[in-house]
């Protein structure tokens, strides 16, 4: 039995805004995008998730494949390079 927070699982994060639901808060947080204080926050697109590397798992939840089938290294560039990946905002903000 796994625990609940607020009724769901651990680890589930559904967002009220598109009705995805995420595996985890920081690939939740990697979906919304733009300016909190102008008023501009938003959800990304299906196309936009995908595009920052994120996939489906077995149970529909959005979550970060970081590895993007590759095997991970010990070494600070794929950590680096997982920082860029997400850290790139839409051009529309």
């Avoid at 559904?14 to 009705?19: A, F, K, M």
């Amino acid at each position: 039995m796994s625990h609940l927070r607020g009724g769901e699982p651990i680890g589930k994060n559904r967002c009220s805004g598109c009705g995805l639901t995420f595996g985890s808060l920081d690939a939740f947080d990697a979906h919304r995008v733009c300016s909190f204080s102008r008023r501009e926050r938003r959800c990304i697109s299906i196309s936009e998730i995908q595009g920052f590397g994120m996939m489906q798992n077995a149970k529909g939840w959005w979550i970060r494949n970081i590895f993007n089938g590759v095997t991970p290294t010990s070494g600070s560039e794929n950590k680096e390079e997982q920082k860029e990946m997400f850290a790139a905002t839409p051009t529309d903000c």
